[in-house]
């Protein structure tokens, strides 16, 4: 399914309805080029499901653990240079079902994401604030109003 957030306003829509259909155990994978909003829609995310810190983007640190309704790991892996990087961290443990994962940059460490996980690119749109987002691994329970046919 393909999505269209013609603003931050949608973007913020997007995760709301999501964050009501996602539960401990998935994995959200996004991918998209620099600036295309994957950090945003899961500050969105965290904070529907009941995150009340702050939500940033573990770049340095790779896992952030937010806890709100339930627990969020939140990995950032575009620095990591290979999948060993991973091992060494103990990623197992956060692929739980105890937990929501969310994966920046997920296509870097494909081979590790579960099959039955969620997937969004994120690509720039017309404007300024507009994405465009196709999402795989939520077709039949996603009715965005954004979606495209």
Do not use: Q
């Not at 309805?17 to 600036?35: F, M, P, R």
């Not at 904070?47 to 937010?66: C, H």
């Not at 999948?83 to 460490?109: M, P, R």
């Not at 099959?115 to 507009?130: A, C, P, V």
Request: glycine fraction near 8%; charged fraction near 30%; hydrophobic fraction near 35%.
């Amino acid at each position: 399914m393909k999505v269209v957030c013609k603003n931050e306003n949608d973007t913020k829509r997007l995760a709301k309805e999501i964050s009501n259909i996602v539960k401990a155990g998935d994995v959200i994978c996004l991918d998209g080029d620099l600036g295309a909003g994957k950090t945003t829609f899961t500050k969105y995310l965290c904070e529907d499901l009941g995150v009340k810190g702050y939500v940033n983007s573990p770049s340095y640190s790779i896992v952030n653990e937010y806890d709100g309704d339930v627990k969020i790991n939140h990995f950032d892996v575009y620095r990591i240079f290979s999948v060993d990087e991973l091992y060494e961290i103990g990623y197992e443990e956060y692929f739980n079902n105890t937990s929501i994962c969310i994966v920046e940059w997920a296509k870097k460490i494909e081979e590790l994401i579960p099959d039955n996980s969620i997937w969004m690119n994120i690509t720039l749109g017309n404007s300024f604030d507009e994405r465009i987002i196709d999402i795989k691994g939520l077709d039949d329970k996603l009715s965005f109003e954004g979606a495209l046919k």
